[in-house]
């Protein structure tokens, strides 16, 4: 079984920082690949970085150079760091056990907001 929980999220000004932590407190690791999508009201989820196994790493255009996945699926723990945050940033922030929306395990989410 797999236990997804994010936590990090809050409230920050534009140029600021959150570091998302996404800690796996289950007992299963058959997955490969972690993924941190976030979901605009009124929009669908995106997905902003992935972290596989191997340690790749990819991001969206829109938060590369700005936005680091680090940490390790074996370590039980997924981070985000998020650094020159904007408004366009907020958001709920969820990480997921694949890269598409069809991934199997999520958590429950944490809001991300960006306002002066």
């Known amino acids: 079984q797999v236990q997804l929980v994010e936590s990090g999220g809050g409230s920050v000004q534009p140029g600021g920082s959150l570091r998302l932590s996404c800690a796996n407190s289950g007992t299963t690791f058959d997955f490969n690949r972690v993924g941190w999508w976030r979901q605009r009201p009124g929009e669908a989820r995106v997905l902003v970085a992935t972290?596989?196994?191997?340690?790749?790493?990819e991001y969206a255009d829109s938060v590369k150079g700005r936005f680091t996945i680090s940490g390790g699926i074996a370590k039980r723990t997924v981070n985000l760091q998020m650094n020159s945050l904007k408004p366009s940033d907020t958001a709920v922030y969820y990480c997921a056990t694949g890269c598409t929306v069809s991934a199997k395990y999520w958590g429950q989410g944490t809001q991300v907001t960006v306002a002066s």
């Open positions: 972290l596989t196994s191997a340690g790749i790493t």
